[in-house]
């Protein structure tokens, strides 16, 4: 089997925000990511997953340490927003979709950049809408959608280019679990369908275990980074996320095997 390439890299990535009182969101960040990889971005509230995120697409700029796309460094990319609309699909959880465009016009808005012709440019936003199953509502407007609708429409928006990249933050947020499912499913999905790398930002204990790699983020650090294979890493997903879990990890130990967890257990046991 070829070895896969690497499509995106981290190294010490940093992040402070403000000077008076700087917040460490990032704390040297080193991640590498495989293309065509699915992966989950999982950890407490202000753990530095949307900062990361946003890092990763060249929305923000780092304090310190760089993000690498196709090996080549953010740092050193002039026009930032050309090759991000190139290279990378955005999908947030408020998919601020353009409220007075139907869902066939917004996936048609960001490839006014591609040299094709209106025809053509239609005819591909029309493909993706059938390839998220909104073929019978091409002519809706977002108000007239449902929200896992919507969702499926921002979906299709983020992967008109063709990117390579597809950056997902809390992408079902505000869906009803079934929505959530089926959403999750589609971007598993499109993963292997269209050979798009994947990343979701998820506080989504079932999401993260529908993906191929857990990554979890604590204090603006990886604190572990894990291949989901059965229903017991699900439960130790879960149990990472209680407040349990949590106390565990507080005490710097973050259990990765059966072995682990009951060790960290009975230290825990030992000291309370
Ligand atoms: N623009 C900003 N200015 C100042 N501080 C910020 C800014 N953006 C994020 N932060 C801080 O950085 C830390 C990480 O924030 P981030 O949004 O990355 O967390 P998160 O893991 O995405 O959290 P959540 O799950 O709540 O979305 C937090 O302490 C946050 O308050
Ligand atoms: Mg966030």
């Not at 959530?180 to 269209?194: F, G, K």
């Not at 710097?252 to 060790?263: F, H």
Request: net charge negative; with cysteine; proline share 4%.
């Amino acid at each position: 089997m070829p070895e896969s390439t690497i499509v995106v890299e981290t190294r010490q990535l940093t992040k402070v925000f403000g000077s008076v009182e700087p917040v460490r969101a990032l704390d040297g960040v080193d991640l590498t990511i495989h293309s065509g990889d699915l992966v989950a971005i999982v950890g407490p509230s202000g753990s530095g997953k949307s900062t990361l995120l946003n890092m990763l697409g060249g929305l923000d700029d780092p304090s310190s340490g760089e993000v690498l796309i196709d090996g080549v460094s953010l740092n050193s990319v002039r026009d930032i927003d050309s090759f991000r609309s190139k290279t990378v699909g955005f999908v947030f959880q408020m998919h601020n979709l353009i409220p007075t465009l139907t869902a066939l016009e917004n996936v048609i808005v960001p490839l006014h950049e591609a040299s094709m012709s209106k025809s053509a440019r239609r005819g591909r936003a029309n493909e993706l809408l059938v390839l998220v199953g909104l073929e019978h509502r091409l002519k809706s407007l977002p108000s007239q959608l449902s929200g896992g609708e919507r969702q499926r429409v921002a979906i299709a928006r983020a992967l008109a280019n063709d990117p390579k990249i597809v950056l997902a933050d809390e992408p079902t947020g505000n869906l009803d679990s079934k929505t959530t499912t089926d959403i999750m499913e589609l971007m598993s999905e499109l993963n292997q369908t269209q050979d798009t790398t994947i990343i979701v930002v998820t506080h989504n204990v079932y999401c993260a275990s529908m993906m191929r790699r857990v990554v979890t983020m604590r204090d603006g650090t990886i604190v572990s980074d894990t291949v989901p294979q059965d229903g017991f890493d699900r439960d130790l997903m879960e149990f990472r996320q209680s407040s349990l879990g949590q106390a565990i990890m507080e005490g710097g130990q973050v259990p990765d095997s059966m072995a682990d967890l009951e060790q960290s257990l009975k230290d825990l046991l030992r000291e309370s």
